[in-house]
């Protein structure tokens, strides 16, 4: 290699390596953002939105229960976090297998060394270095895992989200349901009151009957005028699970009568356990323990250097010397020596640590969540059962005695407090049946958010 070339090459490779230095960072402005629906794709692709009940709406913007999920789903920025976090580890995994920088040197003798084909002016050094055999695959899958982490994590926040949602919207149902009753008892309340005015200015009844009427009807008022402030808060929850202004119009919809099944607790806590993705956290956690622990190990190794070497030399002093001015070449080839142990062990004895910290992790949780499941459980049960009372026993009887009471009213057989305390029980047992299929649909929500699936996909 002539000098002239040489000295080219030099000066192309340190303009090289100054101009990457200094190349300016890109601005998170033009790093390409993630669209809306990328949460959504992410859990399509894997089969989970169809695991828990959830199907793309060609009209994600119809005021539905499966439309508001999909806006929270797509627009949620706790969902749109974790999804930026697991992209991130996916490509920290790709630097993480790579091959260390390269390293290039550029000495220049103080002094020539002499040499019989002429002095030894410059050396040009390239030289690149190998970890031990496994080390990058080894670390390309610890980021794998954070990734497959993070995976878990989106979904446990989506679960979350769901249930969160769902229950939001499950309670603005019992508020509207509770709003109609109120103001139906309302409307015949004053119905009764007119007709308790009438009777006593005929003289065929009691004032303190006329009394009576107005007094509940200022009760059901109260009742009345405070569930319609409720619906503001309720409607802003919902918003702020979308993302949305929280004054955003939310529309409950009437859905199709529910039916609820009673599934069994095994299988549930058996799917629980199989499915649960905060289980999965921890489960990713353990096996990003168990390959630092490898990873460790593998830096006890030695790695390797391997390196090429141009010495640039000047013509020799004398005439008839052969080879003169001939430049030189040498290879080099080295190992790194891990002789300090101390780091290594404990490296090593960290990652081992942490193993047992993430398995402890696991078992922790899993008796949580089994106990929560109990809990979820028993209340979903009891919901269904107390709408079966409700439904079948208590309320029609309420009813046949309210029509009693008012007949027996009608005909002078019955005191106007023994209608009014028939009312105000149908109209008890109106809002508990509302509450108890809220109750119902609420805890239906929290299953499927333990056990990671719908209930439907256990039968």
């Known amino acids: 290699m002539s000098t002239s070339v040489a000295r080219a090459w030099l000066l192309a490779s340190m303009m090289y390596l100054a101009g990457e230095a200094t190349l300016p960072v890109a601005e998170a402005s033009q790093t390409p953002g993630f669209t809306d629906s990328g949460v959504v794709q992410e859990l399509q692709s894997t089969g989970f939105l169809a695991r828990i009940g959830v199907h793309p709406d060609p009209r994600p913007d119809s005021d539905t229960l499966e439309s508001y999920l999909l806006q929270a789903l797509r627009s949620n920025p706790q969902l749109a976090m974790r999804l930026a976090e697991s992209r991130a580890w996916g490509e920290s995994a790709v630097a993480a297998a790579g091959l260390p920088d390269p390293s290039l040197r550029y000495t220049e003798y103080l002094q020539s060394v002499e040499t019989r084909v002429g002095p030894q002016q410059r050396i040009l050094s390239a030289s690149q270095s190998f970890p031990w055999f496994g080390t990058l695959a080894t670390q390309g899958r610890i980021q794998d895992t954070r990734a497959t982490g993070s995976i878990q994590s989106l979904r446990d926040d989506a679960l979350s989200l769901i249930a969160g949602l769902k229950g939001d919207y499950f309670a603005l149902g019992y508020l509207e349901a509770s709003t109609r009753i109120t103001r139906q008892h309302l409307q015949l309340m004053n119905q009764w009151e007119s007709i308790a005015r009438a009777r006593y200015a005929a003289g065929r009844g009691r004032y303190a009957d006329v009394v009576k ?130 780091k290594i062990n404990a490296a090593s004895g960290a990652a081992a640590l942490r193993y047992q910290q993430a398995k402890s992790g696991h078992r922790a949780l899993e008796n949580r969540l089994v106990a929560e499941l109990e809990q979820v459980h028993f209340a979903y049960r009891d919901a269904i059962r107390k709408i079966e009372l409700y439904e079948t026993a208590l309320l029609p009887k309420g009813r046949q005695s309210l029509g009693a009471a008012f007949d027996a009213f009608e005909v002078g057989e019955g005191s106007f407090l023994d209608l009014i305390d028939a009312q105000r029980m149908v109209l008890e047992f109106e809002l508990s049946l509302a509450q108890s299929e809220t109750v119902a649909l609420t805890q239906q929500a929290n299953l499927e958010r333990l056990v990671g699936c719908t209930l439907e996909d256990l039968k």
Do not use: C, Y
């Open 213 to 342: 009427a107005q007094v509940e009807l200022g009760e059901l008022s109260n009742r009345l005028a405070e569930l319609e402030d409720r619906r503001r808060p309720l409607v802003a929850a919902l918003n702020a699970h979308m993302n949305r202004p929280a004054a955003t119009p939310v529309v409950f919809s009437e859905d199709q009568e529910q039916t609820f099944t009673s599934p069994d607790i095994d299988q549930l806590v058996a799917t629980m356990l199989r499915n649960h993705p905060a289980l999965g956290v921890w489960e990713a956690r353990a096996d990003e323990s168990r390959l630092s622990g490898d990873l460790a190990r593998k830096k006890g190794l030695p790695s390797f250097v391997v390196g090429l070497n141009f010495i640039q030399t000047g013509t020799a002093g004398r005439d008839g010397v052969s080879d003169s001015g001939r430049d030189a070449w040498s290879a080099t080839v080295g190992i790194t020596l891990p002789v300090w142990r101390g």
